[in-house]
């Protein structure tokens, strides 16, 4: 019901307010007629008109509510002088320019008229008490009304500033999941186009240096690395355009590339290196499990830049890439013999960082850094899904 008033009143803001106003008019004018026919004495016309001014100044209680809420006091003073008890009805103009200026206006305001419209009913009940034996009847019970009032309307101002404060707060705390959601799936683009990017210019450029140097002396290997080049290139830029498709999507659709490479694809990464150069022996421990594919994903391309900065940075053409499955965690590390005094930059390039952006993703560990016997060392450990099919397969003859 109060539903279905709210409504209303909503789409009629015009014929509320007049059945509001129409309200009070009633309450008072019958206020009037009730105190004087149980009193007898007190003028019957005079009241009359001063409770219709007050209620018809109710109508500018919203523009200008301290100038009203004067104009109420007076009009409900002159009713008290005229010997009327200054009853809740007889005081209804008063009391709902005093809600309604305690709902718009600040506390200061709110209590400082209050106080005001207090004094004025304490005086009188002083100087013009209708029952000179009962004080509470003529002082206390007006006092209170008045007080009461701009209590009630202080409360509903403060409900409706906190309501809008929080809907103030939820909109800004969805503008920010947005812009988090916005720069969350840029890092992920971000990764994805340095790890092709990177992954198969340096595999394209080893392979034309491997080319030329071996261009005078042994021309037969030179051409066979030149013509394995257009497949890196095909390859960089198949898997570009499937990574830069994602932005042109109307839709978002999580995780999932299409083509999304795994640890499925690890042979033909293998060859690509072998072909730049680079010897790559792979080994697997433990019964292999499959793999989701967000943590397929992020084990292949763990492994990819890790063999990049290889190809980059080590001083032997050489890397170890081991695949430790356990019941709820896969271990991966890719370690290569490079000579002790390598390039001191090497942990501070973009490809260390995306791959501990990717295992931290995950949910798993990464640690990065040179080995006490020499040579360098990427390894992490990433959680394995027990929703995830837990069925063993060899990803395409990776099992020793």
Same mark, same amino acid.
Request: one cysteine or more.
């Given at each position: 019901?109060?539903?279905?008033?709210?409504?209303?009143?909503?789409?009629?803001?015009?014929?509320?307010?007049?059945?509001?106003?129409?309200?009070?008019?009633?309450?008072?004018?019958?206020?009037?007629?009730? %105190?004087?026919?149980?009193?007898?004495?007190?003028?019957?016309?005079?009241?009359?008109?001063?409770?219709?001014?007050?209620?018809?100044?109710?109508?500018? =209680?919203?523009?200008?509510?301290?100038?009203?809420?004067?104009?109420?006091?007076?009009?409900?003073?002159?009713?008290?002088?005229?010997?009327?008890?200054?009853?809740?009805?007889?005081?209804?103009?008063?009391?709902?320019?005093?809600? #309604?200026?305690?709902?718009?206006?600040?506390?200061?305001?709110?209590?400082?008229?209050?106080?005001?419209?207090?004094?004025?009913?304490?005086?009188?009940?002083?100087?013009?008490?209708?029952?000179?034996? #009962?004080?509470?009847?003529?002082?206390?019970?007006?006092?209170?009304?008045?007080?009461?009032?701009?209590?009630?309307? #202080?409360?509903?101002?403060?409900?409706?500033?906190?309501?809008?404060?929080?809907?103030?707060?939820?909109?800004?705390?969805?503008?920010?999941?947005?812009?988090?959601?916005?720069?969350?799936?840029?890092?992920?683009?971000?990764?994805?186009?340095?790890?092709?990017?990177?992954?198969?210019?340096?595999?394209?450029?080893?392979?034309?240096?491997?080319?030329?140097?071996?261009?005078?002396?042994?021309?037969?290997?030179?051409?066979?690395?030149?013509?394995?080049?257009?497949? %890196?290139?095909?390859?960089?830029?198949?898997?570009?355009?499937?990574?830069?498709?994602?932005?042109?999507?109307?839709?978002?659709?999580?995780?999932?590339? %299409?083509?999304?490479?795994?640890?499925?694809?690890?042979?033909?990464?293998?060859?690509?290196?072998?072909?730049?150069?680079?010897?790559?022996?792979?080994?697997?421990?433990?019964?292999?499990? =499959?793999?989701?594919?967000?943590?397929?994903?992020?084990?292949?391309?763990?492994?990819?830049?890790?063999?990049?900065?290889? #190809?980059?940075?080590?001083? %032997?053409?050489?890397?170890?890439?081991?695949?430790?499955?356990?019941?709820?965690?896969?271990?991966?590390?890719?370690?290569?013999?490079?000579?002790?005094?390598?390039?001191?930059?090497?942990?501070?390039?973009?490809?260390?960082?995306?791959?501990?952006?990717?295992?931290?993703?995950?949910?798993?560990?990464?640690?990065?850094?040179?080995?006490?016997?020499?040579?360098?060392?990427?390894?992490?450990?990433?959680?394995?899904?027990? =929703?995830?099919?837990?069925?063993?397969?060899?990803?395409?003859?990776?099992?020793?």
């Amino acid at each position: 019901m109060n539903t279905s008033w709210q409504r209303w009143a909503a789409a009629r803001p015009r014929a509320a307010e007049a059945g509001a106003l129409a309200l009070v008019a009633v309450a008072t004018i019958s206020g009037v007629l009730v %105190t004087r026919g149980i009193m007898a004495t007190p003028p019957l016309w005079p009241a009359l008109a001063l409770a219709v001014v007050g209620c018809a100044a109710l109508h500018w =209680r919203r523009a200008r509510p301290l100038p009203v809420l004067t104009v109420t006091l007076v009009c409900t003073m002159g009713i008290g002088a005229l010997g009327y008890l200054l009853t809740p009805l007889l005081m209804g103009p008063l009391l709902a320019a005093q809600y #309604s200026l305690s709902v718009h206006s600040p506390r200061r305001t709110t209590w400082n008229s209050a106080v005001a419209a207090a004094l004025g009913m304490v005086a009188t009940g002083l100087f013009f008490p209708p029952f000179h034996n #009962s004080p509470v009847l003529s002082i206390v019970n007006p006092t209170a009304w008045v007080l009461l009032a701009a209590a009630f309307g #202080s409360y509903v101002r403060v409900r409706r500033e906190y309501t809008a404060a929080r809907a103030e707060h939820a909109a800004r705390e969805r503008e920010e999941e947005a812009r988090h959601r916005v720069f969350q799936e840029r890092m992920r683009i971000a990764r994805e186009l340095h790890d092709v990017v990177a992954h198969h210019l340096t595999l394209a450029d080893a392979q034309a240096s491997t080319a030329a140097h071996l261009a005078a002396t042994h021309p037969e290997q030179a051409l066979d690395i030149i013509g394995k080049l257009p497949q %890196t290139t095909s390859a960089a830029l198949h898997e570009l355009k499937a990574t830069v498709g994602l932005l042109r999507q109307d839709t978002d659709h999580g995780d999932d590339l %299409t083509p999304a490479p795994g640890l499925r694809d690890l042979p033909e990464l293998v060859d690509a290196c072998a072909a730049a150069g680079l010897t790559v022996t792979v080994s697997v421990e433990g019964a292999v499990r =499959r793999l989701t594919p967000v943590l397929d994903l992020t084990a292949y391309r763990i492994v990819q830049e890790a063999l990049t900065n290889v #190809s980059k940075h080590a001083a %032997t053409p050489a890397a170890r890439v081991r695949l430790a499955y356990a019941p709820h965690r896969l271990t991966l590390s890719v370690t290569n013999d490079a000579a002790p005094g390598g390039p001191p930059d090497i942990e501070g390039g973009f490809g260390l960082v995306t791959m501990r952006e990717r295992a931290t993703a995950a949910g798993g560990t990464f640690h990065a850094g040179r080995r006490p016997q020499g040579g360098f060392e990427v390894a992490c450990t990433l959680p394995l899904d027990d =929703r995830a099919d837990d069925q063993e397969h060899d990803p395409e003859g990776l099992a020793p």
